[in-house]
């Protein structure tokens, strides 16, 4: 069909066996042809330079394409060229990135150079995974934030009178705040009364008494002495916030087991500032060892004191010095069963100290008023209950109560 076409339009010429159509003249810048070469199509880009184009073959059929047609497959065979060499870079491209993240991953890191973007998808890729990272790190914000949040609804929970409540108010008022010190909680939240319960003292014998007379707590599981109302050290951080109360007293149970702490220089000077600052009364019970950790670690403006303890059958008289304070409501004699009471003599006893109880030259109960506080020597080693002694400790801790002007 095809060659009966051909020569309808040419013009018949046949030499041998070689057949030859002539196409009209046209003008061509660029033409191709397809030749059909036992059963194969080549294409072949040829350039015009005479005024007609003849395509011969031997003994083969000779088929013309149209001029558009091949320019259409040239275009098309160009963008499909564009495209796989675009696909070509972006493979390659691909490979980079991989090994690059194989060869961090195999060093135990990320790699640390950053290629930039060529592609949109490689862009579309970057922006994604940005997004991404802050999304997480707001998640992790989120959840920071939370947890912050349930600690301090747990720290409310679980200490609601405290966490509610001004610690100055309540020292002012004599009502310490209560809750166990603890260095990961901030600051101790001290009692109006604070028992030493260190060195030298016997927590099974006259301390335990002393405790029970004033009214402090051990734990509700095992009984041991800890929480704010015991000061087992002077150089540790609790006292370091113990000396700024006020209204409050600290009590030296009798020092049964050795003579008593030896303080350092900066517990002196918070214990100085602890009696002198605040209304606060250093109550020390016991006997000649008790009088001793006066003169060690206790101080004043004259540099400190000198007491010399001795002993002196009782029973000892109140003092008329004693009216108009808490010990004015106690017995008018306090006993002095063997050899359980120790004093001072009064001539050791500093210029401004104040004698509530006492039999010759011995003072067994007396006050050194010191700046605002005072320091109070009960000569009694609370061995026992005996009631006198019982009623006189009470009242030493009632002077906080009483100002500067009614001592």
Same mark, same amino acid.
């Not at 395509?55 to 394409?65: H, T």
């Not at 691909?94 to 640390?112: E, N």
């Not at 109360?245 to 050795?258: C, F």
């Given at each position: 069909?095809?060659?009966?076409?051909?020569?309808?339009?040419?013009?018949?010429?046949?030499?041998?066996?070689?057949?030859?159509?002539?196409?009209?003249?046209?003008?061509?810048?660029?033409?191709?042809?397809?030749?059909?070469?036992?059963?194969?199509?080549?294409?072949?880009?040829?350039?015009?330079?005479?005024?007609?184009?003849?395509?011969?073959?031997?003994?083969?059929?000779?088929?013309?394409?149209?001029?558009?047609?091949?320019?259409?497959?040239?275009?098309?065979?160009?963008?499909?060229?564009?495209?796989?060499?675009?696909?070509?870079?972006?493979?390659?491209?691909?490979?980079?990135?991989?090994?690059?993240?194989?060869?961090?991953?195999?060093?135990?890191?990320?790699?640390?150079?950053?290629?930039?973007?060529?592609?949109?998808?490689?862009?579309?890729?970057?922006?994604?995974?940005?997004?991404?990272?802050?999304?997480?790190?707001?998640?992790?914000?989120?959840?920071?934030?939370?947890?912050?949040?349930?600690?301090?609804?747990?720290?409310?929970?679980?200490?609601?009178?405290?966490?509610?409540?001004?610690?100055?108010?309540?020292?002012?008022?004599?009502?310490?705040?209560?809750?166990?010190?603890?260095?990961?909680?901030?600051?101790?939240?001290? #009692? &109006? !009364?604070?028992?030493?319960? %260190? *060195?030298? /003292?016997?927590?099974?014998?006259?301390?335990? +008494?002393? =405790?029970?007379?004033?009214?402090?707590?051990?734990?509700?599981?095992?009984?041991?002495?800890?929480?704010?109302?015991?000061?087992?050290?002077?150089?540790?951080?609790?006292?370091?916030?113990?000396?700024?109360?006020?209204?409050?007293?600290?009590?030296?149970?009798?020092?049964?087991?050795?003579?008593?702490?030896?303080?350092?220089?900066?517990?002196?000077?918070?214990?100085?500032?602890?009696?002198?600052?605040?209304?606060?009364?250093?109550?020390?019970?016991?006997?000649?060892?008790?009088?001793?950790?006066?003169?060690?670690?206790?101080?004043?403006?004259?540099?400190?004191?000198?007491?010399?303890?001795?002993?002196?059958?009782?029973?000892?008289?109140?003092?008329?010095?004693?009216?108009?304070?808490?010990?004015?409501?106690? #017995? &008018? !004699?306090?006993?002095?069963? %063997? *050899?359980? /009471?120790?004093?001072?003599?009064?001539?050791? +006893?500093? =210029?401004?100290?104040?004698?509530?109880?006492?039999?010759?030259?011995?003072?067994?109960?007396?006050?050194?008023?010191?700046?605002?506080?005072?320091?109070?020597?009960?000569?009694?080693?609370?061995?026992?209950?005996?009631?006198?002694?019982?009623?006189?400790?009470?009242?030493?801790?009632?002077?906080?109560?009483?100002?500067?002007?009614?001592?």
């Amino acid at each position: 069909n095809t060659g009966m076409a051909a020569d309808s339009l040419g013009d018949g010429r046949r030499q041998g066996s070689t057949r030859s159509v002539v196409w009209p003249r046209v003008w061509l810048g660029v033409f191709a042809s397809a030749v059909v070469v036992s059963g194969v199509v080549l294409l072949a880009g040829l350039s015009g330079q005479g005024s007609r184009v003849e395509l011969q073959g031997d003994g083969q059929k000779v088929v013309a394409v149209p001029e558009k047609l091949l320019k259409q497959m040239s275009n098309e065979l160009a963008m499909d060229s564009k495209t796989i060499k675009a696909l070509n870079q972006h493979v390659s491209t691909l490979d980079s990135a991989v090994a690059r993240w194989k060869s961090g991953k195999s060093r135990g890191r990320a790699p640390t150079t950053k290629m930039p973007a060529e592609t949109d998808e490689e862009r579309f890729l970057e922006a994604r995974a940005a997004k991404s990272a802050e999304n997480e790190k707001a998640i992790a914000m989120a959840h920071a934030k939370q947890v912050l949040a349930e600690k301090q609804l747990d720290l409310l929970r679980d200490f609601p009178y405290w966490a509610a409540n001004s610690g100055q108010s309540d020292a002012a008022k004599g009502h310490g705040q209560y809750g166990e010190w603890r260095v990961n909680r901030g600051p101790p939240y001290v #009692a &109006a !009364t604070t028992l030493f319960s %260190g *060195t030298g /003292v016997n927590k099974g014998g006259s301390a335990n +008494l002393v =405790r029970r007379i004033v009214g402090i707590k051990t734990s509700f599981r095992f009984h041991k002495w800890e929480g704010d109302s015991f000061l087992t050290d002077f150089d540790g951080p609790q006292f370091r916030y113990l000396y700024r109360n006020v209204h409050s007293q600290l009590i030296i149970p009798p020092l049964e087991l050795s003579g008593g702490p030896l303080l350092g220089w900066n517990a002196i000077h918070r214990l100085y500032l602890y009696v002198n600052n605040g209304y606060n009364s250093l109550i020390v019970t016991g006997g000649p060892a008790s009088a001793l950790f006066i003169n060690s670690n206790v101080i004043n403006t004259d540099g400190g004191y000198d007491l010399e303890p001795k002993w002196i059958d009782g029973p000892y008289e109140r003092q008329a010095a004693a009216a108009g304070t808490p010990f004015a409501a106690c #017995a &008018a !004699t306090l006993p002095g069963p %063997g *050899t359980q /009471v120790h004093g001072v003599a009064i001539s050791s +006893l500093p =210029r401004e100290a104040i004698s509530y109880y006492e039999t010759g030259d011995v003072s067994v109960v007396f006050e050194i008023p010191s700046g605002e506080g005072r320091v109070i020597f009960l000569g009694f080693d609370f061995t026992e209950p005996v009631i006198p002694w019982v009623h006189a400790l009470i009242a030493a801790t009632q002077f906080t109560e009483f100002g500067a002007d009614k001592r």
